[in-house]
Each structure stands twice: as C-alpha cells, then as structure tokens.
C-alpha cells in the first residue's frame, strides 16, 4: 500500500524558514515525478513545485527564489525548502506523486497524496 507522509510544518515568523520532507513507501518512486502542493483556506490547492525523475524543477512563480525542491530517491523523499517565508504562504502543503516522467499542474495530474502539513507564518 502507497503511503506518503509529510513532516516539517509549523508555525513560524515572516521571513523564518521551514524544510517539508515527505517519506513514500509502498512502491518505488525514482521514475516518477513529485510534488508539493499547498491549500490554503477558500482557495484551490495550487502546484508549489515539482520535480521529475530526471531532476527537472517546477516552481510557481511567488515561490521561485525562495523555495527549493529536491528528492532523495534512495530514501524515496522529496523534501522542500522554504525561505524567506511570506504569511501569503500559509496554507496546507500537501506531498503528491504522478505516475509519469512529466510535471502536471494540476492535482488532477497525481495519483497518490499525503495527508498534509500545516504551515502559519505569522506577519
């Protein structure tokens, strides 16, 4: 059975930092594509970054330079990076993964979710 969970939330200030990891198992993950989400309150869970299987990035544009992701593949992790936290980025950060090789922006795009994590950045 798939499982991914995510750790490394919480609660921080406007220009902290916080490091999400997101451990899969179940199944080997170095051939398909991960991603973070995030949802935050009325709002559509939107695409914060994505990585392929080949190290090919994806990241929206309010987090290009601030956030970074990256994957462990021996240890079928994704993590992601977050600095200089806005509270524009409070929100549940959700771990995903697409069976595919490509970034899809979409939560349609995804076969397989955590459970999420919250992040607060207070202003």
């Known amino acids: 059975q798939v499982q991914l969970v995510e750790s490394g939330g919480g609660l921080v200030q406007a220009g902290d930092s916080l490091r999400l990891s997101c451990a899969a198992s179940?199944?080997?993950?170095?051939?398909?594509?991960m991603g973070w989400f995030r949802q935050a309150p009325g709002k559509e869970r939107e695409l914060v970054a994505a990585?392929?299987?080949?190290?090919?990035?994806y990241y929206t544009d309010s987090v290009k330079g601030r956030f970074t992701i990256s994957r462990d593949s021996a240890k079928n992790t994704v993590y992601l990076q977050m600095n200089s936290l806005k509270p524009e980025d409070t929100a549940v950060y959700y771990c995903a993964v697409r069976k595919w090789i490509t970034v899809a922006t979409t939560s349609t795009g995804y076969d397989y979710w955590g459970q999420g994590t919250q992040v607060t950045v207070s202003s």
């Open positions: 990585i392929t299987s080949g190290g090919s990035t």
């Open positions: 179940g199944r080997t993950f170095s051939s398909y594509t």
